[in-house]
């Protein structure tokens, strides 16, 4: 196991549609081990592969509360089969756009697929931070972040001062 760093806002690999999976073997298997572990770290709930530079339809995730157990959850190619008209509004948070937070709207209640580590597919139904959270990776899988979902005045605020920071930091 490794930890991997997290690309930020404005690094463009963000921006990339990731490919699917095309056999869960054991690379597939190490890199979602090295995005729990990359993902516990930083502290977060989500991680899709991209955020590590890697352009594969991959996510990992953590919803447990902190003084439960670890739960963690892999999800292959995971797709959304069917969204509810009903809309929620959750703050969201990314950690490729660090200590920024912000509600979106999005359908309060997903059914998606995925494979999981066995290469096995599975349908789950999702609702409250779980729908809002697999919404929000799978978003990433297509190079789509939740800051696309905000009006263009706070997203174009926001992206002038991660373009700003990391202008800073390669002088
Ligand atoms: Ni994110």
């Given at each position: 196991m490794a930890l991997r760093d997290i690309l930020v806002i404005p690094?463009?690999?963000l921006r990339i549609v990731s490919k699917p999976v095309e056999a869960v073997d054991a690379q597939?298997?190490?890199?979602?081990e090295d995005m729990l572990e990359t993902?516990?770290?930083?502290p977060g709930i989500g991680l899709a592969a991209?955020?590590?530079?890697k352009p594969l339809r991959?996510?990992?995730?953590?919803?447990?509360?902190?003084?439960d157990?670890?739960?963690?959850?892999?999800?292959?190619?995971?797709?959304?089969?069917w969204s509810s008209d009903e809309v929620n509004v959750h703050e969201e948070g990314c950690l490729s756009i660090p200590e920024y937070y912000e509600e979106v709207e999005r359908p309060s209640k997903v059914r998606f697929s995925y494979l999981d580590l066995d290469g096995k597919?599975?349908?789950?139904?999702?609702d409250g931070i779980f729908a809002t959270c697999i919404q929000h990776e799978i978003d990433h899988l297509n190079g789509v972040l939740f800051i696309d979902h905000i009006s263009k005045l706070k997203r174009d605020r926001v992206v002038k001062k991660y373009t700003k920071i990391a202008?800073?930091?390669a002088e």
């Open positions: 690094d463009k690999r597939v298997r190490a890199l979602a993902m516990y770290d930083a991209i955020q590590i530079g991959l996510v990992t995730m953590d919803l447990s509360k902190k003084e157990e670890k739960a963690p959850q892999v999800f292959i190619n995971p797709e959304i089969t597919l599975q349908e789950v139904e999702a202008k800073q930091a």
